[in-house]
């Protein structure tokens, strides 16, 4: 994945949009409680389903007015390259799970696609009120700080992190990521299993981990923390090592001294 070129009206796009996130964050952390919801599948998924809704009222229509020509990917939890042109790929809950169980680790997200390669994002956590942002070309920022990955080179002292990313995912798949921690519990210093993606991929961005990898392609899991790891110096790929676009099969997003070492434990199981 590469962010060469910088992507034009990213400045004033980037107010406008970080403007609309926080504001339905608002709405999100509103329906916010510190005990689970649901105990039912039914019960949880219907939890779920209300959080995205309510969310999506507020963050749409001011998405599409911001952006002329820009098109809506309905499927949250879709994956597979977009047709041609500018696509918003928006999380009304990333972390939905989390939120309605009363967790922390939840957020908005809001990313512009361009003929498949990312080239602006905002993540907001409503609980703490910090904003990660990043334009293509532009650099990635937390707040108004700059945002720097890992100078790690030393797999073996690296924190990395992997998850799910779908419920329901085929045996295959949860196997290999059972196999993919078995390995990296070998090579790695510590490794943290959880959903997700964005919330790990944030801090591969700030360099507080080395690496984040999965075996999906879930866009709107991924779209945000790759700009934001490419925009921060990181590197993102997929498990082949080829360049990173959301027709990719697998993710792997790390720092750059470590990235290489990552691909030789991971690349087998792809």
Do not use: C
């Amino acid at each position: 994945m590469s962010s060469a070129m910088p992507f034009a009206a990213g400045t004033t796009l980037l107010a406008e949009v970080t403007e609309a996130v926080r504001t339905a964050g608002r709405t999100l952390l509103d329906r916010h409680t510190p005990q689970a919801r649901g105990v039912s599948l039914d019960e949880v998924v219907a939890e779920i389903h209300a959080n995205d809704d309510a969310v999506l009222e507020v963050l749409r229509e001011p998405l599409l007015r911001a952006r002329e020509g820009s098109r809506w990917a309905e499927d949250e939890l879709a994956g597979g390259a977009l047709p041609p042109g500018e696509w918003w790929v928006v999380d009304p809950a990333e972390g939905n799970i989390n939120h309605v169980h009363g967790m922390d680790d939840w957020a908005v997200t809001a990313t512009l696609v361009r003929d498949n390669r990312p080239v602006l994002t905002v993540v907001h956590l409503p609980l703490t009120g910090d904003t990660y942002t990043a334009v293509a070309g532009g650099g990635a920022r937390l707040n108004d700080r700059p945002l720097k990955a890992s100078a790690k080179t030393d797999l073996g002292a690296a924190l990395v992190g992997t998850g799910q990313a779908r419920p329901g995912e085929d045996e295959r798949t949860f196997r290999r990521i059972g196999d993919s921690v078995t390995a990296m519990l070998v090579n790695g210093l510590v490794v943290r299993v959880s959903v997700p993606a964005t919330m790990q991929l944030i801090h591969v961005a700030a360099g507080r981990t080395d690496a984040f990898w999965q075996f999906s392609d879930v866009r709107s899991g991924l779209v945000a923390g790759a700009l934001l790891v490419a925009e921060a110096g990181g590197t993102v790929t997929d498990l082949a090592g080829e360049p990173w676009h959301t027709g990719s099969r697998d993710f792997l997003a790390a720092a750059p001294g470590v990235h290489g070492a990552a691909l030789t434990v991971l690349a087998p199981l792809a």
